[in-house]
């Protein structure tokens, strides 16, 4: 039981043992956190140790770090408390040798080539681990988080600045085109395979989250139509844009996990962040 929690939508922490909630200006938060867990987001409200990257015995005792509120008992009151929900899914057996064989993967392919790797590697902090770590030249350390059942947005923010904070690059690798990860920090998607395929060295391709930037001169001979203009219209103007592989001109080759791994560790590829044309906070990792 707690009386505060982290309000993942509105980025506030929420006390309840103070009026309205400490937060007199919004009316309806009572309301919206004591509704059922079926009728809202189950990652509405968070547990504040996780989010602050701190220890949590509850979610060491096989607790969510997802609250919920309801009324307790003290005497004659029924003050309001947050509690932890059960863990609903863990990762199965499967996934987890997947995650085995493909952190022990990337360490062995980087030492092969002379790269100092580690596998479970902790932070300074001790608030999280790298799965594994590689070392570059020029001091780039990129930290792989390899997460192939479902994580939380706020999870893959908290862990990606922990690491930042300790000058590692993390590098997420996700197989699902859905997973919560994309986008959110730099990433890579691979191909749902046995473990046995990843330790045996079949072919891991990423199959989004790397790009290749292409500039070209927009006139009437250029391959490709203008962006900013509808149809074949041509401006005369020097345009820039971010190309999957297999969809530059010419087609590059495709990324491997090796090659990712090696190339991100001695710099030759290097994560970006753009936001989209239109403003605002979103955006594309590559």
């Not at 609250?67 to 005497?75: D, E, Q, T």
């Not at 002379?114 to 570059?136: M, T, W």
């Not at 927009?218 to 345009?239: F, L, N, Q, Y």
């Amino acid at each position: 039981m707690a009386n505060g929690v982290w309000h993942t939508g509105y980025g506030i922490e929420i006390n309840l043992s103070l009026p309205g909630l400490g937060h007199p200006r919004r009316p309806d938060l009572l309301r919206e956190i004591t509704a059922s867990v079926a009728d809202r987001d189950p990652q509405l409200l968070e547990c504040l140790a996780h989010h602050d990257g701190r220890e949590c015995l509850s979610e060491a005792g096989g607790k969510s770090p997802w609250m919920f509120i309801r009324r307790g008992r003290v005497g004659d009151r029924r003050p309001l408390v947050a509690s932890h929900l059960p863990i609903t899914r863990k990762a199965t057996p499967a996934e987890s040798a997947q995650h085995k064989a493909t952190k022990e993967r990337i360490v062995e392919t980087a030492s092969r080539y002379g790269l100092e790797a580690e596998a479970e590697v902790p932070l300074a902090n001790r608030r999280s681990v790298s799965d594994a770590l590689l070392a570059g030249p020029g001091g780039i350390r990129i930290g792989w988080e390899i997460q192939y059942h479902h994580f939380s947005p706020s999870s893959v923010h908290r862990r990606s600045v922990n690491a930042m904070q300790h000058d590692i690059t993390p590098l997420w690798v996700a197989k699902d085109r859905t997973a919560s990860l994309i986008d959110r920090a730099p990433w890579a998607r691979v191909d749902d395979m046995p473990w046995k395929d990843i330790a045996g060295g079949k072919e891991m391709v990423s199959r989004g989250g790397y790009r290749h930037l292409q500039v070209w001169k927009c006139v009437r001979s250029s391959v490709r139509h203008c962006p900013d203009t509808e149809g074949a219209d041509h401006c005369g103007a020097i345009h820039a844009e971010w190309f999957l592989p297999a969809l530059c001109l010419p087609e590059k080759a495709a990324v491997r996990l090796e090659d990712l791994g090696l190339q991100s560790a001695t710099g030759d590829s290097a994560p970006i962040y753009v936001p989209h044309r239109g403003g605002g906070r979103a955006g594309r990792h590559m």
